[in-house]
């Protein structure tokens, strides 16, 4: 059975860090993009970042651009999202997601969710004092 099973998320003080991971079970990544994906109350889901797992090509949403990191072990079959500089509008379920796909970029499956395939349950992040 096909999963990608999200951890990490909790409660964090505006300008902390937060580290989320994302493991893969009943299938390999290798020639995946994987991103992460967010969405608050009310609002529409952002494509926080995405990776190619066979190159490592990374992207990154403007409004997280410096702040977080995306990173992959394709021997653990996982991908990790370090998040610094937190800040209150960074509050969201961030969800994993995958698609068996790699002829277009990362940023075209991070700003078009709707052909991503695989979904994780979500985590939810929250940052506040």
């Known amino acids: 059975q096909v999963q990608l099973v999200e951890s990490g998320g909790g409660l964090v003080q505006p300008g902390g860090s937060l580290g989320l991971s994302c493991a893969a079970s009943?299938?390999?990544?290798?020639?995946?993009?994987i991103g992460w994906f967010r969405q608050a109350p009310g609002k529409e889901r952002e494509g926080v970042s995405c990776?190619?797992?066979?190159?490592?090509?990374?992207y990154y949403g403007d409004s997280v651009k410096g702040r977080f990191t995306i990173s992959r072990d394709t021997s653990l079959n996982t991908v990790t999202l370090q998040m610094d500089t937190l800040k209150p509008e960074d509050t969201a379920v961030y969800y994993c997601?995958?698609?068996?796909?790699?002829?277009?970029?990362?940023?075209?499956?991070?700003?078009?969710?709707?052909?991503?395939?695989?979904w994780g349950r979500g985590t939810l992040v929250t940052v506040s004092s």
């Open positions: 990776i190619s797992m066979h190159e490592g090509i990374a």
């Open positions: 997601a995958g698609v068996a796909d790699t002829y277009y970029g990362p940023d075209f499956y991070c700003r078009h969710s709707g052909v991503v395939t695989n």
């Open positions: 009943g299938f390999t990544l290798d020639y995946y993009t």
